[in-house]
């Protein structure tokens, strides 16, 4: 199925998706948790919300001015040979965190900026498997997260994860 939508700009999309800071401080009504004064985000959780079945946050707030890093849609492969890990989805899970850690710390961040993941299974029989994985990279604030599954992925990968962060340089 596609979707088709009117134009419209970055900022448009943005004001119509989250509205301004006010009407967020406004409609959530729930708990920002305590962070330290270097955090460079917030998790939001909310009663007044179901909390999701998976291992992420209902929502980040990330501060004004900082700088956001897009890192794209990575697969198990090993870098040193180009092929994936290996068939087994948690080693593939490991191997795209190794990858996301090095493209980030290239960008200046590290996995402790990641305020948010979209993930690409192609099987949704692997989704607690996967989600173990993600208990050891974010043991304490998981980011948010989409997914989607059913999906068929470059060199036949079980997952493919694209991950949002955010860094103050």
């Not at 909390?51 to 890192?71: N, T």
């Amino acid at each position: 199925f596609f979707f088709f939508f009117k134009q419209k700009t970055a900022y448009e999309m943005l004001r119509s998706l989250v509205g301004s800071e006010m009407c967020i401080r406004d409609r959530i009504e729930g708990k920002i948790q305590e962070t330290e004064n270097n955090r460079l985000f917030d998790v939001i959780e909310t009663p007044n919300a179901p909390s999701s079945p998976g291992v992420d946050a209902q929502a980040i707030k990330v501060h004004p001015g900082l700088h956001q890093i897009y890192v794209s849609g990575q697969i198990g492969i090993d870098v040193t040979t180009g092929q994936l890990i290996s068939d087994d989805v948690i080693e593939q899970t490991q191997q795209i965190f190794r990858n996301a850690e090095a493209i980030l710390k290239a960008a200046g961040a590290g996995l402790e900026n990641v305020v948010k993941i979209t993930l690409y299974l192609r099987d949704l029989e692997d989704i607690s498997l996967v989600n173990s994985q993600f208990t050891k990279y974010f043991p304490t604030e998981q980011p948010s997260r989409s997914m989607l599954s059913g999906i068929v992925l470059p060199k036949n990968a079980r997952l493919e994860l694209d991950f949002i962060a955010v860094n103050d340089h």
